[in-house]
C-alpha cells in the first residue's frame, strides 16, 4: 500500500471511529431527554436553593461580598446604558449578542440578590429589545446562540417578574430568531461537526435557550438539546489528553466557559450531564490558562490570540474548580479576581478559597494534543522570573498561525520575544488558509512574523505537521526538542529546533539544525518590542523598560546579526516600534547548526559566559 493509500485509509477509519464513539456514547432516546426536565422556574444555571446556600455563605464570606459588589457595581453601569440596538461589525452581530449576554447576568443577578425591581425592569427592556430584532444574524451562528443564552437565561431567571404577555414576547423572539434557525444549523451547517470553540459556544447557547421554554416548546428543546449532546463531544474530545486547547488561551476561554454554560444548563435543568463530563482532558484543562500564562500574566499568545492577551478573571476555572474539586484552579481564580473585578458567573459558580493550600505546581509542562505546547519558568509566584514557552501542531488549526516551532520569552519582568497576535478578522481572505490561501499573506499571521527560521524567504507549508521528540524536565536542565520537518520540506531534508533552559534556569538557548542539500537563504529570527544594539556581530544587546537582555550567535561562528523592522503598512496591523533579531546566512548548504543564546541582565549582574553547543541528538 503506498503511503497516500494508508494515510486516507487512516483518516477514513478515524472518522468513522470518532463518529462510532460520539454517536454510541453520548446518544440520547428522544422520548426520554426532557424526562426529568425541573418544571419550577429558576431552573438554570443558579437555582433558588443555590441563591439561599450562597446568601448564607455571604454572611461570613469576604470574598463572596466583594464578588458581589463588583456585580452590583455593574449592574448599576449596565441600567444606565442605552439600549441595545442591531448594529453589524462586519458580518458579525456578535458584540451586541455579548453585551446583552453581559447585562442580563448581571441585571438579572442583581435583581435575585437585592430584589429590587429596577434591575429586573432594566433587564426586561433588554430583552424585549432583541426580541423584536429581525434575526440574531444566524448567517454568523455565534450570534445567534449567544443571544439565545442571553434570552433564555433573562426569561428563566426573571420569570416571576414577567407578565404573561411579556414571556410570550420572549418566547416568540427565542423560537423565531433562535430555535428555527439552530434546527437548520444542525442539518446543514459545519459548526456542529467542528471540533472547535464554535461547537462549544452554539450548543452551549441554544442549550440555555431551549432548557428556558422547554416546557412550552418540548418539540424544539428535545430537537436541540439531542442534536447538541450528539455534537459536544466532537470539540470536548480536543481537549484530550492534557487539557490543552489548539486554539490558544483566548479561545481556551471563550470554549470552555460555553463547555461550562452547556453543561451547569443541563445539569441545572435536568439533572444530568450525559456523561460528558468524562470526556479525557476536561478535568485538566484549568492548567492550561495557569500554565501558558508568563510570570507577568502575558499568554503564551498563538493561533488569534490578542497581542496583549493576558490572564484575567474567567469564572469557568470556578466551575472547573467545584466540579472537579480542584483546589489549584480555584485558587488561582480567587487570586484574579483579588486583583481585578468579578463577574456575575463568578457568583453563580462561586468556590471560597481554598483551605488547604494545592500541591506545589511544577517549573515545567508539556501539554500533548494536536497541538502541542512546552512551557518552562524558572520559578513561580516572581514577576521577574524567566519564562519560554513553545509549540508545536499543525498549521491548519483553526486560528492558526504558520508558526510550528515559535517561542516566546520573559524575564525580568518584560516579554522579549513576543506573537503579534491576530490581525482584523475582516481582512479580506481572513479565513482562507488552504495552501496559497490569502490569510498567509498576512504578516501577523504568515512565518515572517514569527520567531520560527526561514528557508529562501519562504513561509512555512501550511499543510505542515510537527511533534515534539523530547520533552526535558530537571531542576538544572529541562529542554524540548520540535521535529520541524514538515514545515520546510521544499527546502530542507531535515529541520530540528531545540529550545533550553539553561545555566541554573538563567538563559534560554534556542539551537536549530539543518540538513540541506541545496543552497539556500537560511534566516534565524526573533520578533521583539525592544531596542537592539548589535554590539559586536554576534552580540546584540536589547533594552526594554530599563532592563538588558543580551542574545549571542554560538553558532556559527562566521554569522553576525541584524535588525529588521516589523512595521506594515495598513489594512494590516502596522505592529509600529516592532523589531526583528536576525541571523542571515546566505548561501546554507549541508548540516548547518544555529545556536542563539539568550542571556537576560538579572539584578545581580552574573554574566553567563560560556554555554557548550552540543548537538541536539545528544541533549
Ligand atoms: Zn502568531
Redesign the pocket.
Known sequence: MNIYRFLVLSIILFCCNSTLASAEDFSVEPSEVLKTLDKSHPRLMLKDKDLERLKKLYTKDKVLQKCLKDVLKDADACAKKRMLTYRKIGPRLLSVSRECLHRIYALGLAYRWTGEQKYAEKAKENLLTVCAFKDWNPSHFLDTAEMSHAVGLGYVWLYSYLDIETREKIRAGLVKNGFEPALSAYKKSWWSKSEHNWNQVCNGGMIVGALAIAQSEPGYAEQIIISAIESLPRALKSYSPDGAWMEGPGYWSYATHYTAYGLTALQTALGTDFGLLQIEGLAESGSFPIYTAGPRGLYLN?ADCGGRSSRRPMPCMFWLARTYDNSLYAEAEHAEIAKSDARAQHVVWYVPAPVTMPAAKELDRYFRGPVEIAVFRSAWNDPEALFVGVKAGYNQVNHG?L?LGSFELDALGIRWVR???SDNYNLPGYWDKRRGGRRWSYY?LNSKS?SVPLLNGEDQDPLAISKFTRFQTERSSAFVLVDLTSAYKNSANKVTRGVAMVENRRAVLVQDEFDIEKTCELIWAMTTDAKIDIKEKDTAVLTLGGRKLIARILSPSVAGFTVESAQQKPPQKTNRGVRRLIVRLPNARGNVRVAILLLPVWKAREVVTKVQVKPLAQW
Open positions: 498563538f498561525h508558526d506573537d503579534l497576535g501577523r514569527h
